[in-house]
């Protein structure tokens, strides 16, 4: 417990200085936008109706599908870029999560804005009109002056809003408070959870006060309270900030996992391997899995591992399963003549998508592979992971045996554990590595007609790092080092509920229980 | 001073007011008169540009409003309404400022400005940091009124600009502004339905209905038997309630 508060007390500086940039910079571009736009709407209404629809309509997308969606957005305009002006840039990270936080910050905003605007007493702006102001000094001197209180209460709701939406950029790549809390839900670290959640919280809360004195000095004229505030903001965005200019500059190795303990772990032990070579490291954690593999290929992140079955099928769009060694042999060549990415070669184990039963329902049902399966699928029910229904894996296993459950559920996979260990669901898609599988008693059930391709571990190589010999120096010993029930401990050590580990512990363990690097 | 020359104004395609002639003289004080709807605040605020005639032209000491920007002309003519609009993020100071401000005045100019308008308005001057919330009807009205004159305007429109006050208030803001109407040489262009107070601060009565003239003249001509009966029975009111009042006030002095 206090370990674990210990290690998230010690990531706070950067998660908090990268959320305050973000939520910061975020706001401030939605308030430039909103203000001139909501004085434009407060003066004509053919502006009015359009742009308060709209900044609705951006409000009823979720947020985490709104930062979601500009991932590929901006992919797309980044190969456009690179095809014009011969230079991409990042679509992955703080571009994305700032642009779908900016148009989340808008709607209070704007509509506050043509609230306050509309809502100035008609005689001051007569007579401000009557005395002979221009437009814009009666926008500058009346109106917005005294729209001010109720334009403040706007940015107050947009601040505590984009606050709390930036802990969703986490899945995005821009490391934030987010990545407390995804991290600790997967790896059911909840101390991670609840500090995300209770840091979130402190900073909405604050700058929600602060914002708060503000809005009170301008509606009591206390020019007091204006400057306490405003200063208040000031000093807790320079503190909260001070890490990242602290932090020394230059070229550093990104290191990606996508969101799986399994991926914590592998990255801390690939991060200790290169920093151990005297390189910088930094992280872009909590990638989907065909994000991960696109953020490579675009250089954004440097290395990371995968699963050959995944890109076999994903990536390379194959159907066909022709066997491990020719599925890792067709990647190795596929992967750098389709995207220059190198596939460095396998770590030694397989983390295979299965289905998996609790060994007594297993044995009751008489059940021993998905060809026994197939008979009972009609009154059974198949939990999955958010993503296994979706991939080509699925569709594969249910061609291959006819496979028709009663009823399919994903789950994050925590959640999907508990749901097979309470009875909720009957099967789930497990992963091969996993140390629950021999902690919960499951049984992983045969695929007699090879409807799964092989799943070896992999690690990738940036095409920008292909060459990169310390880089690869650094990660060749890794190289077959790690045999299953090595993985299967480390998951385990992090995913079970007591004495749990962090990843980076785990990847200690790891790298303890590693095969020593065969002699060249 | 100013000339209307037949302007007309519509709303919604309905005509408001014209096709109307009106010409006011330097130091002259005129008020337009009638019901409400009769088109006498529109007249008023064709003159500064504030509602822009659909025909005719407005000339203001002999030139074409329309020359110059509307808000360079306002800025040179003092403009008082019932509502008074004082900004209510300004104090007093800063609201009487604002004119002198937008003419380019200096501080220290605007300062004794200040000093002095609030004298001519009869106002303590430590009215000056009070904001506006802090004061009374009257003393807000007189603060309109500063304000109105503090970059020293030449003419003056004001909109039923005692409309709002008590009675008492009412007569004494009246009696002061025309003293100071007489004082500063202003030419004053006041809008009332107000047919007493017409009578008693106008050199000259303006009858407007339906947005057309109706009658115009002295108080004293117009007093006397007008051939319009609209007119005769509008004079007639006040001369019927001083009766009224008078035998009230005789009946109670012998009862």
Same mark, same amino acid.
């Given at each position: 417990?206090?370990?674990?508060?210990?290690?998230?007390?010690?990531?706070?500086?950067?998660?908090?200085?990268?959320?305050?940039?973000?939520?910061?910079?975020?706001?401030?571009?939605?308030?430039?936008?909103?203000?001139?736009?909501?004085?434009?709407?407060?003066?004509?209404?053919?502006?009015?109706?359009?742009?308060?629809?709209?900044?609705?309509?951006?409000?009823?997308?979720?947020?985490? @599908?709104? %930062? *979601? $969606?500009?991932?590929?957005? &901006? +992919?797309? /305009?980044?190969?456009?870029?690179? #095809?014009?002006?011969? !230079?991409?840039?990042?679509?992955?990270?703080?571009?994305?999560?700032?642009?779908?936080?900016?148009?989340?910050?808008?709607?209070?905003?704007?509509?506050?804005?043509?609230?306050?605007?509309?809502?100035?007493?008609?005689?001051?702006?007569?007579?401000?009109?009557?005395?002979?102001?221009?437009?814009?000094?009666?926008?500058?001197?009346?109106?917005?002056?005294?729209?001010?209180?109720?334009?403040?209460?706007?940015?107050?709701?947009?601040?505590?809003?984009?606050?709390?939406?930036?802990?969703?950029?986490?899945?995005?790549?821009?490391?934030?408070?987010?990545?407390?809390?995804?991290?600790?839900?997967?790896?059911?670290?909840?101390?991670?959870?609840?500090?995300?959640?209770?840091?979130? @919280?402190? %900073? *909405? $809360?604050?700058?929600?006060? &602060? +914002?708060? /004195?503000?809005?009170?000095?301008? #509606?009591?004229?206390? !020019?007091?309270?204006?400057?306490?505030?405003?200063?208040?903001?000031?000093?807790?965005?320079?503190?909260?900030?001070?890490?990242?200019?602290?932090?020394?500059?230059?070229?550093?190795?990104?290191?990606?996992?996508?969101?799986?303990?399994?991926?914590?772990?592998?990255?801390?032990?690939?991060?200790?391997?290169?920093?151990?070579?005297?390189?910088?490291?930094?992280?872009?954690?909590?990638?989907?899995?065909?994000?991960?593999?696109?953020?490579?290929?675009?250089?954004?992140?440097?290395?990371?591992?995968?699963?050959?079955?995944?890109?076999?099928?994903?990536?390379?769009?194959?159907?066909?399963?022709?066997?491990?060694?020719?599925?890792?042999?067709?990647?190795?060549?596929?992967?750098?003549?389709?995207?220059?990415?190198?596939?460095?070669?396998? +770590?030694?184990?397989?983390?295979?998508?299965?289905?998996?039963?609790?060994?007594?329902?297993?044995?009751?049902?008489?059940?021993?592979?998905?060809?026994?399966?197939?008979?009972?699928?009609?009154?059974?029910?198949?939990?999955?992971?958010?993503?296994?229904?979706?991939?080509?894996?699925?569709?594969?296993?249910?061609?291959?045996?006819?496979?028709?459950?009663?009823?399919?559920?994903?789950?994050?996979?925590?959640?999907?554990?508990?749901?097979?260990?309470?009875?909720?669901?009957?099967?789930?898609?497990?992963?091969?590595?996993?140390?629950?599988?021999?902690?919960?008693?499951?049984?992983?059930?045969?695929?007699?007609?090879?409807?799964?391709?092989?799943?070896?571990?992999?690690?990738?190589?940036?095409?920008?790092?292909?060459?990169?010999?310390?880089?690869?120096?650094?990660?060749?010993?890794?190289?077959?080092?790690?045999?299953?029930?090595?993985?299967?401990?480390?998951?385990?050590?992090?995913?079970?509920?007591?004495?749990?580990?962090?990843?980076?512990?785990?990847?200690?363990?790891?790298?303890?229980?590693?095969?020593?690097?065969?002699?060249? | 001073?100013?000339?209307?020359?037949?302007?007309?104004?519509?709303?919604?395609?309905?005509?408001?007011?014209?096709?109307?002639?009106?010409?006011?003289?330097?130091?002259?004080?005129?008020?337009?008169?009638?019901?409400?709807?009769?088109?006498?605040?529109?007249?008023?605020?064709?003159?500064?540009?504030?509602?822009?005639?659909?025909?005719?032209?407005?000339?203001?000491?002999?030139?074409?409003?329309?020359?110059?920007?509307?808000?360079?002309?306002?800025?040179?003519?003092?403009?008082?309404?019932?509502?008074?609009?004082?900004?209510?993020?300004?104090?007093?100071?800063?609201?009487?400022?604002?004119?002198?401000?937008?003419?380019?005045?200096?501080?220290?100019?605007?300062?004794?400005?200040?000093?002095?308008?609030?004298?001519?308005?009869?106002?303590?001057?430590?009215?000056?940091?009070?904001?506006?919330?802090?004061?009374?009807?009257?003393?807000?009205?007189?603060?309109?009124?500063?304000?109105?004159?503090?970059?020293?305007?030449?003419?003056?429109?004001?909109?039923?600009?005692?409309?709002?006050?008590?009675?008492?208030?009412?007569?004494?803001?009246?009696?002061?502004?025309?003293?100071?109407?007489?004082?500063?040489?202003?030419?004053?262009?006041?809008?009332?339905?107000?047919?007493?107070?017409?009578?008693?601060?106008?050199?000259?009565?303006?009858?407007?209905?339906?947005?057309?003239?109706?009658?115009?003249?002295?108080?004293?001509?117009?007093?006397?038997?007008?051939?319009?009966?609209?007119?005769?029975?509008?004079?007639?009111?006040?001369?019927?309630?001083?009766?009224?009042?008078?035998?009230?006030?005789?009946?109670?002095?012998?009862?």
């Amino acid at each position: 417990m206090d370990e674990r508060f210990a290690a998230a007390w010690g990531l706070l500086p950067v998660y908090l200085s990268q959320h305050v940039l973000l939520s910061l910079t975020a706001l401030f571009l939605g308030f430039a936008i909103s203000l001139p736009l909501a004085v434009a709407a407060g003066r004509s209404a053919a502006v009015r109706w359009p742009s308060l629809f709209a900044a609705s309509l951006i409000q009823t997308i979720p947020s985490l @599908a709104l %930062l *979601a $969606l500009f991932y590929p957005l &901006l +992919l797309a /305009l980044s190969a456009l870029s690179v #095809a014009w002006f011969g !230079r991409g840039f990042a679509a992955l990270g703080f571009l994305p999560s700032v642009m779908a936080l900016t148009l989340y910050s808008m709607l209070p905003i704007l509509r506050n804005g043509v609230a306050g605007i509309l809502g100035v007493d008609p005689a001051a702006v007569e007579a401000a009109r009557g005395m002979g102001m221009t437009d814009v000094q009666r926008l500058m001197r009346v109106e917005l002056p005294l729209a001010a209180p109720v334009v403040m209460a706007g940015a107050r709701t947009a601040a505590v809003w984009t606050i709390g939406a930036a802990t969703l950029s986490t899945p995005v790549g821009q490391t934030s408070l987010g990545n407390y809390i995804f991290s600790g839900l997967q790896t059911e670290n909840w101390v991670y959870v609840l500090f995300g959640c209770a840091a979130a @919280a402190v %900073l *909405a $809360l604050s700058a929600d006060q &602060l +914002l708060g /004195l503000i809005e009170s000095g301008l #509606a009591r004229r206390s !020019r007091w309270r204006v400057w306490t505030g405003a200063l208040g903001i000031v000093v807790g965005a320079v503190a909260a900030l001070s890490p990242l200019v602290a932090a020394p500059s230059g070229a550093s190795y990104v290191v990606g996992a996508k969101n799986f303990s399994e991926q914590y772990i592998l990255a801390e032990l690939i991060a200790s391997r290169i920093k151990a070579g005297g390189a910088r490291v930094t992280r872009k954690e909590d990638l989907g899995s065909a994000t991960a593999y696109r953020a490579l290929a675009a250089g954004e992140i440097d290395v990371y591992v995968d699963y050959s079955g995944t890109l076999w099928t994903n990536v390379m769009q194959e159907k066909n399963n022709p066997g491990r060694w020719e599925v890792l042999s067709g990647l190795k060549k596929g992967l750098m003549r389709r995207d220059g990415v190198l596939v460095l070669g396998p +770590l030694g184990f397989e983390n295979a998508y299965a289905l998996a039963m609790r060994a007594d329902r297993a044995k009751a049902l008489a059940v021993s592979s998905v060809a026994d399966l197939a008979a009972h699928a009609g009154s059974l029910t198949l939990g999955s992971d958010l993503e296994f229904l979706s991939r080509p894996e699925w569709a594969a296993l249910q061609r291959a045996y006819e496979l028709n459950f009663r009823k399919e559920t994903a789950y994050q996979p925590t959640f999907m554990y508990r749901a097979l260990e309470d009875g909720e669901v009957d099967v789930i898609s497990a992963f091969s590595s996993d140390g629950r599988i021999s902690a919960n008693h499951l049984l992983v059930l045969a695929d007699p007609r090879g409807a799964l391709p092989p799943y070896d571990a992999v690690i990738l190589i940036s095409p920008r790092r292909a060459r990169d010999r310390r880089l690869i120096a650094a990660l060749a010993p890794l190289l077959g080092a790690i045999p299953v029930q090595a993985m299967r401990a480390a998951n385990l050590s992090v995913d079970r509920d007591r004495n749990k580990l962090t990843p980076a512990a785990a990847a200690a363990m790891l790298a303890r229980l590693a095969k020593p690097a065969p002699a060249e | 001073m100013i000339e209307l020359r037949c302007v007309s104004k519509f709303f919604g395609g309905r005509r408001a007011v014209g096709p109307l002639d009106l010409t006011v003289g330097k130091g002259e004080f005129v008020a337009l008169l009638g019901g409400s709807g009769c088109g006498k605040t529109t007249t008023l605020k064709m003159i500064n540009g504030l509602v822009a005639p659909d025909a005719g032209h407005v000339l203001i000491e002999g030139v074409a409003s329309g020359a110059e920007p509307p808000y360079r002309l306002r800025r040179r003519i003092g403009y008082v309404f019932q509502e008074i609009g004082l900004f209510p993020h300004m104090s007093v100071a800063e609201n009487i400022a604002v004119g002198p401000g937008l003419a380019g005045w200096d501080k220290p100019r605007i300062a004794a400005r200040i000093v002095e308008l609030l004298d001519l308005v009869a106002l303590p001057p430590d009215v000056a940091a009070r904001m506006p919330s802090a004061l009374s009807g009257g003393q807000r009205q007189r603060v309109g009124v500063a304000r109105a004159l503090a970059a020293g305007p030449a003419l003056m429109l004001m909109d039923e600009p005692f409309g709002a006050l008590d009675p008492v208030t009412r007569d004494a803001l009246g009696r002061d502004y025309r003293a100071l109407h007489e004082r500063l040489e202003l030419t004053t262009v006041m809008v009332t339905h107000d047919v007493m107070e017409a009578l008693l601060l106008a050199d000259r009565i303006v009858v407007l209905e339906a947005g057309r003239i109706l009658a115009d003249g002295p108080p004293a001509a117009l007093l006397a038997h007008h051939p319009h009966p609209t007119v005769r029975a509008l004079m007639e009111t006040p001369r019927r309630q001083a009766r009224s009042v008078e035998a009230l006030a005789a009946g109670d002095a012998h009862g």
